[in-house]
Antibody, heavy 121, light 108 residues
């Protein structure tokens, strides 16, 4: 069975940092690009960042550019999101999502259940 | 950035009836459009890609159409498990990937 499991969420004060992780199981991570997508409480989906299979192509939403960094460790079958200078508006459920190809410019055929990040003083 | 606009925001339909959901792109995305279904407390699930191709395991009552800037998701005969929120996503221009704001399909 293939699945993704996110971890690392929690309550953090504005301006602080948090690192999210996503562990892949049942498939080889380096065969695919990966993404982070977030969903604020009661709101829609917002793509955050994507990374190609070999980390050679990376993209960010304007809302997080310069504050968030996506990375991956294919040997550990894991994806990461380093979030710095967190803002109240970053509060959301963060999903890890698998692309259907090696480059991060397609659609997402597998999603994790998400990890909740709450930014509040 | 390509803006995706879905309509209506909420659609009330009776079980067994047909539902038609719309998605419009601010510029052409060719056929590079996907649809996702999200039920409460669950992650999104891929329904349609390439504007009209059903993903693995998706029932035939789900169909997608359109190209360019106008797209439609049709559910031919609504089942109780189909009541959910539906999102469209363009993947023609990256970054960023952009989603519509969602259409909530509710029981009438």
């Amino acid at each position: 069975e293939v699945y993704l499991v996110e971890s690392g969420g929690g309550l953090v004060q504005p301006g602080r940092s948090l690192r999210l992780s996503c562990a892949a199981s049942g498939f080889t991570l380096d065969d695919y690009a990966m993404h982070w997508v977030r969903q604020a409480p009661g709101k829609g989906l917002e793509w955050v960042s994507g990374i190609s299979w070999n980390s050679g192509s990376i993209g960010y939403a304007d809302s997080v550019k310069g504050r968030f960094t996506i990375s991956r460790d294919n040997a550990k079958n894991s994806l990461y999101l380093q979030m710095n200078s967190l803002r109240v508006e970053d509060t959301a459920l963060y999903y890890c999502a698998k692309d259907i190809a090696v480059t991060p410019n397609w659609y997402f055929d597998l999603w994790g259940r998400g990890t909740l990040v709450t930014v509040s003083s | 950035e390509i803006v995706m606009t879905q309509s209506p925001a909420t659609l009330s339909v009776s079980p067994g009836e047909r539902a038609t959901l719309s998605c419009r792109a601010s510029q052409s995305v060719s056929s590079n459009l996907a649809w996702y279904q999200q039920k409460p407390g669950q992650p999104p699930r891929l329904l349609i890609y390439g504007a009209s191709t059903r993903a693995t395991g998706i029932p035939a009552r789900f169909s997608g159409s359109g190209s360019g800037t106008e797209f439609t998701l049709t559910i031919s005969s609504l089942q109780s498990e189909d009541f959910a929120v539906y999102y469209c996503q363009q993947y023609n221009n990256w970054p960023p990937h952009t989603f519509g704001q969602g259409t909530k399909l509710e029981i009438k």
